[in-house]
Protein backbone atom coordinates (compact mmCIF):
# COMPACT_ATOMS: atom_id res chain seq x y z
CA UNK A 1 0.00 0.00 0.00
CA UNK A 2 1.54 3.47 -1.11
CA UNK A 3 2.36 5.52 2.17
CA UNK A 4 0.96 9.31 1.91
CA UNK A 5 3.85 10.88 1.22
CA UNK A 6 3.85 8.82 -2.66
CA UNK A 7 0.20 9.70 -2.76
CA UNK A 8 0.98 13.86 -2.10
CA UNK A 9 3.84 13.29 -4.42
CA UNK A 10 2.04 11.69 -7.26
CA UNK A 11 -0.56 14.14 -6.59
CA UNK A 12 1.46 17.02 -7.50
CA UNK A 13 2.79 14.97 -10.93
CA UNK A 14 -0.65 14.79 -11.96
CA UNK A 15 -1.31 18.23 -11.15
CA UNK A 16 2.14 19.80 -13.09
CA UNK A 17 0.84 17.06 -16.07
CA UNK A 18 -2.45 18.93 -16.06
CA UNK A 19 -0.78 22.14 -16.28
CA UNK A 20 1.22 21.15 -19.38
CA UNK A 21 -1.82 19.90 -21.09
CA UNK A 22 -4.25 23.10 -20.32
CA UNK A 23 -1.51 25.37 -22.03
CA UNK A 24 -1.07 23.20 -24.67
CA UNK A 25 -4.97 22.86 -25.29
CA UNK A 26 -5.33 26.92 -25.66
CA UNK A 27 -2.45 27.19 -27.68
CA UNK A 28 -4.11 24.54 -30.08
CA UNK A 29 -7.14 25.96 -29.85
CA UNK A 30 -5.79 29.57 -31.16
CA UNK A 31 -3.67 27.75 -33.99
CA UNK A 32 -6.91 26.40 -34.54
CA UNK A 33 -8.71 29.15 -35.50
CA UNK A 34 -5.97 31.34 -37.06
CA UNK A 35 -5.70 27.69 -39.30
CA UNK A 36 -9.59 28.36 -40.54
CA UNK A 37 -9.68 31.88 -41.14
CA UNK A 38 -6.43 31.87 -43.01
CA UNK A 39 -8.52 29.00 -44.82
CA UNK A 40 -11.46 31.20 -45.37
CA UNK A 41 -9.88 34.49 -46.86
CA UNK A 42 -8.82 32.42 -49.81
CA UNK A 43 -12.29 32.16 -50.96
CA UNK A 44 -12.55 35.72 -53.35
CA UNK A 45 -9.25 34.63 -54.92
CA UNK A 46 -10.77 31.30 -55.69
CA UNK A 47 -13.60 32.46 -56.81
CA UNK A 48 -12.16 35.30 -59.14
CA UNK A 49 -9.73 32.21 -60.71
CA UNK A 50 -12.44 30.07 -61.49
CA UNK A 51 -14.29 32.47 -63.12
CA UNK A 52 -11.51 33.03 -65.68
CA UNK A 53 -11.10 29.86 -65.88
CA UNK A 54 -14.60 29.30 -66.77
CA UNK A 55 -14.98 31.87 -69.38
CA UNK A 56 -11.14 30.87 -70.44
CA UNK A 57 -12.80 27.17 -71.33
CA UNK A 58 -16.19 28.85 -73.12
CA UNK A 59 -14.23 30.37 -75.47
CA UNK A 60 -11.39 27.87 -76.53
CA UNK A 61 -13.18 24.80 -78.15
CA UNK A 62 -11.17 22.39 -77.47
CA UNK A 63 -7.86 22.81 -75.43
CA UNK A 64 -5.04 20.22 -74.65
CA UNK A 65 -2.19 20.70 -71.86
CA UNK A 66 1.11 18.36 -70.97
CA UNK A 67 -1.07 18.24 -67.55
CA UNK A 68 -4.37 16.90 -68.88
CA UNK A 69 -2.79 13.79 -70.65
CA UNK A 70 -3.65 10.92 -69.24
CA UNK A 71 -2.08 7.74 -69.71
CA UNK A 72 -1.85 4.06 -68.28
CA UNK A 73 -1.21 3.98 -64.88
CA UNK A 74 1.95 1.84 -63.68
CA UNK A 75 3.41 3.80 -61.30
CA UNK A 76 0.98 6.39 -58.95
CA UNK A 77 2.59 9.33 -56.99
CA UNK A 78 0.71 10.00 -53.46
CA UNK A 79 1.46 13.24 -51.47
CA UNK A 80 1.12 12.17 -47.77
CA UNK A 81 0.03 15.31 -45.93
CA UNK A 82 0.93 14.68 -42.31
CA UNK A 83 1.97 16.50 -38.89
CA UNK A 84 5.32 17.32 -37.59
CA UNK A 85 4.24 16.15 -34.61
CA UNK A 86 2.43 13.81 -32.55
CA UNK A 87 -0.22 14.41 -29.28
CA UNK A 88 -3.12 14.73 -31.60
CA UNK A 89 -5.28 11.92 -31.14
CA UNK A 90 -5.76 9.11 -33.58
CA UNK A 91 -5.04 11.73 -36.47
CA UNK A 92 -2.09 10.21 -37.82
CA UNK A 93 -2.62 6.69 -37.19
CA UNK A 94 -5.92 6.56 -39.40
CA UNK A 95 -4.27 8.54 -42.21
CA UNK A 96 -1.37 6.20 -42.19
CA UNK A 97 -3.76 3.23 -41.80
CA UNK A 98 -5.21 4.16 -45.39
CA UNK A 99 -1.76 4.93 -46.77
CA UNK A 100 -0.99 1.52 -45.46
CA UNK A 101 -3.39 0.19 -48.13
CA UNK A 102 -1.84 1.26 -51.03
CA UNK A 103 0.07 -1.12 -53.28
CA UNK A 104 3.86 -0.99 -52.12
CA UNK A 105 5.36 -1.55 -55.34
CA UNK A 106 3.52 0.28 -57.62
CA UNK A 107 3.39 3.86 -55.03
CA UNK A 108 5.97 5.65 -54.46
CA UNK A 109 5.53 8.98 -51.67
CA UNK A 110 6.03 12.16 -51.54
CA UNK A 111 5.90 13.48 -47.51
CA UNK A 112 4.29 16.51 -46.31
CA UNK A 113 5.46 16.35 -42.57
CA UNK A 114 7.84 14.51 -40.47
CA UNK A 115 4.98 12.04 -39.59
CA UNK A 116 4.57 10.54 -43.09
CA UNK A 117 8.25 10.51 -43.79
CA UNK A 118 8.54 8.41 -40.72
CA UNK A 119 5.90 5.96 -41.65
CA UNK A 120 7.51 5.56 -45.45
CA UNK A 121 10.79 4.73 -43.87
CA UNK A 122 9.64 2.24 -41.33
CA UNK A 123 7.01 0.35 -43.93
CA UNK A 124 10.33 0.56 -46.52
CA UNK A 125 8.58 2.52 -48.76
CA UNK A 126 9.62 4.16 -51.85
CA UNK A 127 9.87 7.95 -51.09
CA UNK A 128 10.64 10.49 -53.79
CA UNK A 129 11.14 13.47 -51.09
CA UNK A 130 10.77 15.47 -48.08
CA UNK A 131 8.69 18.56 -47.11
CA UNK A 132 8.20 20.76 -44.05
CA UNK A 133 5.62 23.18 -44.04
CA UNK A 134 4.79 25.65 -41.26
CA UNK A 135 1.72 26.26 -38.78
CA UNK A 136 0.56 28.32 -40.83
CA UNK A 137 1.50 27.16 -44.56
CA UNK A 138 2.47 29.69 -46.73
CA UNK A 139 1.65 28.80 -50.84
CA UNK A 140 5.57 29.04 -51.31
CA UNK A 141 5.63 26.20 -49.14
CA UNK A 142 2.48 24.50 -51.39
CA UNK A 143 3.94 25.45 -54.61
CA UNK A 144 7.30 23.55 -53.77
CA UNK A 145 5.05 20.59 -53.18
CA UNK A 146 3.13 20.61 -56.25
CA UNK A 147 5.57 21.77 -58.55
CA UNK A 148 7.47 18.92 -57.67
CA UNK A 149 4.40 16.42 -58.66
CA UNK A 150 3.80 18.48 -61.51
CA UNK A 151 7.76 17.60 -62.35
CA UNK A 152 6.96 13.86 -61.35
CA UNK A 153 4.30 13.43 -63.94
CA UNK A 154 5.80 15.56 -66.81
CA UNK A 155 8.59 13.33 -66.93
CA UNK A 156 6.91 10.39 -66.91
CA UNK A 157 8.35 8.93 -63.49
CA UNK A 158 4.69 9.19 -62.00
CA UNK A 159 1.42 7.84 -64.39
CA UNK A 160 -1.16 9.81 -61.97
CA UNK A 161 -0.54 11.87 -58.63
CA UNK A 162 -2.90 12.00 -55.98
CA UNK A 163 -3.24 13.46 -52.25
CA UNK A 164 -3.87 11.98 -49.03
CA UNK A 165 -4.80 14.19 -46.28
CA UNK A 166 -6.59 15.14 -43.32
CA UNK A 167 -10.44 16.36 -44.39
CA UNK A 168 -11.46 18.88 -41.39
CA UNK A 169 -15.40 18.31 -41.12
CA UNK A 170 -15.81 19.82 -37.56
CA UNK A 171 -13.68 20.30 -34.47
CA UNK A 172 -14.37 16.78 -33.26
CA UNK A 173 -14.47 15.02 -36.58
CA UNK A 174 -11.45 14.95 -39.27
CA UNK A 175 -11.65 12.27 -42.05
CA UNK A 176 -8.33 11.23 -43.99
CA UNK A 177 -9.17 11.74 -47.86
CA UNK A 178 -7.28 10.52 -51.01
CA UNK A 179 -8.07 13.06 -53.89
CA UNK A 180 -7.12 13.31 -57.54
CA UNK A 181 -4.48 15.80 -58.04
CA UNK A 182 -2.77 15.01 -61.52
CA UNK A 183 -3.51 14.74 -64.31
CA UNK A 184 -6.08 16.82 -64.61
CA UNK A 185 -9.60 15.45 -66.11
CA UNK A 186 -12.28 18.73 -66.27
CA UNK A 187 -11.54 22.02 -65.68
CA UNK A 188 -12.83 21.85 -61.95
CA UNK A 189 -14.22 25.18 -59.60
CA UNK A 190 -12.10 24.71 -55.96
CA UNK A 191 -14.24 26.56 -53.67
CA UNK A 192 -11.96 27.58 -50.30
CA UNK A 193 -13.94 26.78 -47.44
CA UNK A 194 -12.64 24.47 -45.34
CA UNK A 195 -14.78 21.17 -46.09
CA UNK A 196 -16.19 22.37 -48.98
CA UNK A 197 -16.34 20.58 -52.04
CA UNK A 198 -15.20 20.93 -55.46
CA UNK A 199 -17.48 21.60 -58.56
CA UNK A 200 -17.31 21.34 -62.54
CA UNK A 201 -17.41 24.70 -64.47
CA UNK A 202 -20.20 25.32 -66.26
CA UNK A 203 -20.99 28.01 -68.54
CA UNK A 204 -22.41 31.05 -67.42
CA UNK A 205 -21.13 30.91 -64.04
CA UNK A 206 -20.58 34.92 -63.64
CA UNK A 207 -21.46 37.64 -66.36
CA UNK A 208 -18.65 39.76 -66.10
CA UNK A 209 -16.36 40.06 -69.51
CA UNK A 210 -12.97 39.52 -69.34
CA UNK A 211 -10.51 40.26 -71.91
CA UNK A 212 -7.47 37.67 -72.48
CA UNK A 213 -4.23 38.60 -73.49
CA UNK A 214 -2.06 37.32 -75.99
CA UNK A 215 -5.11 34.61 -76.17
CA UNK A 216 -7.17 32.29 -74.01
CA UNK A 217 -5.27 29.95 -74.62
CA UNK A 218 -2.00 30.98 -73.28
CA UNK A 219 -4.17 32.44 -70.10
CA UNK A 220 -5.86 29.06 -69.30
CA UNK A 221 -1.98 27.24 -69.74
CA UNK A 222 -0.62 29.53 -67.58
CA UNK A 223 -3.18 29.55 -64.91
CA UNK A 224 -3.90 25.96 -64.96
CA UNK A 225 -0.37 24.77 -62.99
CA UNK A 226 -1.22 28.00 -60.67
CA UNK A 227 -4.56 26.47 -59.76
CA UNK A 228 -2.75 23.26 -59.10
CA UNK A 229 -0.83 25.16 -56.43
CA UNK A 230 -3.66 27.13 -54.99
CA UNK A 231 -5.37 24.02 -54.67
CA UNK A 232 -2.60 22.33 -52.81
CA UNK A 233 -2.02 25.29 -50.49
CA UNK A 234 -5.63 24.82 -49.55
CA UNK A 235 -5.34 21.55 -48.61
CA UNK A 236 -2.19 22.69 -46.14
CA UNK A 237 -4.42 24.60 -44.70
CA UNK A 238 -7.13 22.57 -44.18
CA UNK A 239 -4.52 19.69 -42.92
CA UNK A 240 -3.32 21.93 -40.57
CA UNK A 241 -6.77 23.06 -39.44
CA UNK A 242 -7.39 19.41 -38.58
CA UNK A 243 -4.34 19.00 -37.08
CA UNK A 244 -4.73 21.57 -34.14
CA UNK A 245 -8.43 20.74 -34.04
CA UNK A 246 -6.99 16.94 -33.16
CA UNK A 247 -4.62 18.32 -30.84
CA UNK A 248 -7.01 20.64 -28.83
CA UNK A 249 -9.61 17.34 -28.44
CA UNK A 250 -6.83 15.08 -27.56
CA UNK A 251 -4.93 17.85 -24.25
CA UNK A 252 -8.80 18.28 -22.71
CA UNK A 253 -9.02 14.37 -22.69
CA UNK A 254 -5.76 14.68 -21.36
CA UNK A 255 -6.81 17.60 -18.97
CA UNK A 256 -10.11 16.11 -17.94
CA UNK A 257 -8.30 12.75 -17.41
CA UNK A 258 -5.51 14.41 -14.86
CA UNK A 259 -8.32 16.40 -12.67
CA UNK A 260 -10.32 13.45 -12.46
CA UNK A 261 -7.30 11.10 -11.69
CA UNK A 262 -6.42 14.20 -8.97
CA UNK A 263 -10.07 13.76 -7.33
CA UNK A 264 -9.68 10.17 -6.83
CA UNK A 265 -5.94 10.23 -5.98
CA UNK A 266 -6.78 13.15 -3.30
CA UNK A 267 -9.80 10.79 -1.62
CA UNK A 268 -7.45 7.88 -1.50
CA UNK A 269 -5.13 9.97 0.40
CA UNK A 270 -7.77 11.05 2.64
CA UNK A 271 -8.81 8.15 3.37
CA UNK A 272 -5.67 6.87 4.46
CA UNK A 273 -4.81 9.74 6.23
CA UNK A 274 -8.11 9.16 8.00
CA UNK A 275 -7.34 5.58 8.77
CA UNK A 276 -3.97 6.52 10.21
CA UNK A 277 -5.35 8.86 12.54
CA UNK A 278 -7.45 6.21 13.85
CA UNK A 279 -5.01 3.50 14.18
CA UNK A 280 -3.04 6.21 16.21
CA UNK A 281 -5.77 7.01 18.34
CA UNK A 282 -6.71 3.29 18.66
CA UNK A 283 -3.17 3.14 19.93
CA UNK A 284 -3.31 5.92 22.34
CA UNK A 285 -6.33 4.86 23.83
CA UNK A 286 -5.06 0.94 24.42
CA UNK A 287 -2.13 2.20 25.90
CA UNK A 288 -3.80 4.52 28.28
CA UNK A 289 -5.96 1.40 29.20
CA UNK A 290 -2.97 -0.48 30.37
CA UNK A 291 -1.43 1.98 31.95
CA UNK A 292 -4.37 2.78 34.06
Known amino acids: ?10 IKSVKNTAQITKAMQMVAAAKMRRAQSAALVGRPYAELMNAILTEAVQRITAFEHPLMTARPIKKRAIILVSTDRGLC ?3 NSNL ?11 TVFVAAGKKGAQFVARTKRQLAAEFNYKDTPTFAEARAISQFAQELFLKGEADAVDILYTK ?10 LVPFLPVGKIQAVQAGIGDKTEE ?4 VRTDTFEFE ?12 H ?4 QMHQILLEAKASEQSARMVAMKNATDNAKQLIKDLTLEYNKL ?10 EIASAQMAVG
Open 1 to 10: MPSTRDIRRR
Open 89 to 91: GGL
Open 96 to 106: LREAGKLDKNT
Open 168 to 177: FVSTLVQQPK
Open 201 to 204: LKPG
Open 214 to 225: ADEESVLGALLP
Open 227 to 230: SLNF
Open 273 to 282: RQANITKELL
